[in-house]
């Protein structure tokens, strides 16, 4: 994932107000509780972190999950490293472009039950 790990310094000053914007949109959607656990599949920075849950993330950019401030893991979405019922609910924000397999990731994805 060279892109985003060379311009990870700058990504939030590139992306931050597109990405919360949405994040705020899911978060009213999808009416996310302080309780949840919440997989962010594709979480770059860890701004889902305005869900104001608890979160999981994972990317493939191991300098832009360096700024997270929750717990990630460094992988591809076509092949998550968690038993399917883990969560409480999935979010993936403008990532699937950038996934090898995206059908494959969202397969992934919607194995787990917990999908709103």
Do not use: W
């Not at 107000?17 to 770059?44: A, R, S, W």
């Amino acid at each position: 994932m060279g892109y985003y790990d060379d311009i990870a310094n700058g990504y939030n000053e590139l992306y931050a107000e597109e990405q919360l914007k949405k994040l705020l949109i899911i978060k009213h959607e999808l009416m996310i509780k302080p309780t949840d656990l919440v997989l962010d599949v594709g979480c770059g920075t860890g701004l889902s972190s305005i869900l104001g849950c608890r979160l999981v993330g994972i990317d493939s950019s191991a300098e832009l999950i360096k700024q997270a401030p929750f717990k990630t893991f460094c992988c591809k979405a076509e092949k998550l490293p968690f038993a399917h019922d883990s969560f409480d609910a999935v979010i993936c924000v403008t990532a699937l472009h950038n996934f090898d397999m995206p059908n494959r990731a969202l397969e992934e994805c919607l194995g787990f039950q917990g999908i709103k």
